[in-house]
């Protein structure tokens, strides 16, 4: 969600009255989905550039972004990264750089 909506204020969703039967509906806020749909769309574009670079450039900036991302994050640690690089845990390493592309 987008929490500087105004619509929704990042609640991704608004009360209405409905009228007929004067209860509390919530509606999905359009702004936001919207916004997301956009998010989505540059995503998938800007994947299919990306793609064309070669594997060790991408694990490179992958690499970089989640070290930096541990790194700003003061709920993480980077010795977790590293307990993963000494047991070259590739599981572990992937779903941590996919965790912070959740954010
Ligand atoms: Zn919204």
Do not use: F, P
């Given at each position: 969600m987008n929490n500087e909506?105004?619509?929704?204020e990042?609640?991704?969703?608004?009360?209405?009255?409905?009228?007929?039967?004067e209860a509390v509906e919530y509606i999905e806020c359009i702004d936001c989905m919207l916004d997301a749909q956009f998010k989505e769309h540059l995503t998938i574009e800007v994947s299919k550039i990306i793609s064309q670079a070669s594997?060790?450039?991408l694990a490179w900036m992958l690499?970089?972004?989640?070290?930096?991302?541990v790194d700003a994050n003061k709920d993480d640690d980077l010795d977790r990264v590293h307990n993963y690089v000494k047991s070259k845990d590739l599981v572990s390493l992937l779903n941590l750089a996919d965790a912070y592309t959740q954010r």
């Open positions: 909506c105004k619509v929704c990042g609640a991704g969703t608004y009360e209405v009255i409905n009228r007929r039967t594997h060790e450039k690499a970089k972004l989640t070290v930096n991302c």
